[in-house]
């Protein structure tokens, strides 16, 4: 097989994607990138890469159109390959995951592999094509690989609870963020973020998952139902913002790295592309709004344990939010 990466006339860019790009003037130029690195299959590299992984985020849509951020969790080999158009997943939902009401053949899902001690990523956008027990197969529709730009690295361990990570936990159904979610909010380092690009008729079309990463407190909470992070400089493929440009609706997961909490938030979301706290917040290249539907907390649901963050360099040269509010405090009127 060639290795030609995108041969497909049509764009691997969306309406919304190159909307963006346009705005941003990087439209030629990320046109020309984006043939060279986003492929229809997957590299021997990545195949490698998934099965050597203990955990896989996911994003799907409800039959609401709610997108939701998942994590599906198995010990290394979960993950596997029969060949470079298909990805194995054999591991069922964890417990209250969105995921087990969304899977379903013929869906649209959005994949990350992120491994974190060694800040490796990819993408994989595709198709379920089969379903069976405690497991499913997905088609590839792109894979690409991103950089470890804001990835805390973190070894991991298997707790015992892998054995049986589907055994009920404690679950809360959130509609405004109460203590517990508030204090994983605003000393996460690490987010997740679905989205999706809505094809014909509103179905849901070419679904992404994202990494959004920072220091604690890079995610702000402005009242009980609405969260505000910063958008740094990436990859100018812009799959979240132009996933947001034609379809406002996210889904956004926060994981307790100490106790193995998830929280599993949906809702909408909007860019302001120019605000006082975009200038105000080091390194944000702009701001992200985003307001709370609905979601739920489990506690202790992740069969996984880590070491203490390891921050990205990159990271030097971002905010927070309490950082924030005092430079606008300070600003003279």
């Known amino acids: 097989m060639v290795n030609s990466a995108w041969s497909r006339e049509e764009s691997p860019f969306h309406a919304g994607e190159m909307a963006i790009q346009e705005r941003l003037g990087v439209r030629t130029k990320m046109e020309a990138v984006g043939r060279r690195v986003i492929r229809a299959y997957l590299l021997d590299q990545h195949r490698q890469f998934f099965a050597q992984l203990p955990f896989l985020i996911a994003g799907t849509v409800d ?11 198995g010990a290394p080999g979960f993950l596997s390959t029969s060949d470079e158009r298909t990805l194995q997943v054999k591991s069922p939902p964890l417990f209250g995951d969105p995921f087990a009401k969304t899977l379903a053949v013929g869906i649209e899902i959005g994949l990350l592999g992120i491994e ?12 379920v094509v089969a379903i069976a027990p405690n497991q499913f197969t997905v088609k590839v529709g ?3 690989g ?18 049986n990570f589907t055994a009920p936990k404690p679950l809360h159904l ?24 809505q094809g014909e008729a509103g179905a849901a079309k070419g679904v992404d998952v994202s990494h959004r990463g920072g220091k604690p407190g890079f995610v702000g909470i402005d009242d009980d139902r609405t969260l505000t992070f910063p958008d740094f ?11 947001l440009a034609v379809n406002p609706h996210a889904g956004l997961l926060f994981i307790d790295f100490d106790r193995g909490d ?3 938030l949906t809702g909408t979301a909007e860019v302001l592309w120019e605000s006082d706290e975009s200038r105000a917040f080091t390194g944000a290249e702009r701001v992200i709004c985003f307001h709370l539907s609905h979601g739920w907390r489990v506690e202790g649901s992740l069969p996984l344990r880590w070491s203490a963050p390891d921050y990205s360099p990159f990271l030097q ?17």
């Open 63 to 73: 039959a609401q159109g709610s997108p939701w951020a998942s994590i599906l969790v």
């Open 116 to 127: 974190l001690h060694t800040r490796r990523r990819n993408r994989l956008n595709g198709a």
């Open 142 to 144: 792109q894979s690409f």
């Open 146 to 163: 991103n950089c470890p730009q804001y990835i805390q690295a973190r070894s991991f361990a298997l707790t015992d609870g892998v054995k």
């Open 174 to 197: 959130i509609e405004r963020f109460g203590t517990p979610e508030r204090a994983m909010i605003k000393t996460a380092d690490t987010f997740f973020i679905a989205t999706t690009f």
């Open 233 to 243: 400089v990436g990859n100018f493929h812009f799959n979240t913002i132009g996933n």
């Open 262 to 264: 998830l929280l599993y």
């Open 317 to 333: 040269h971002t905010g927070s939010w309490e950082e924030t509010a005092r430079s606008l405090e300070a600003k003279p009127e």
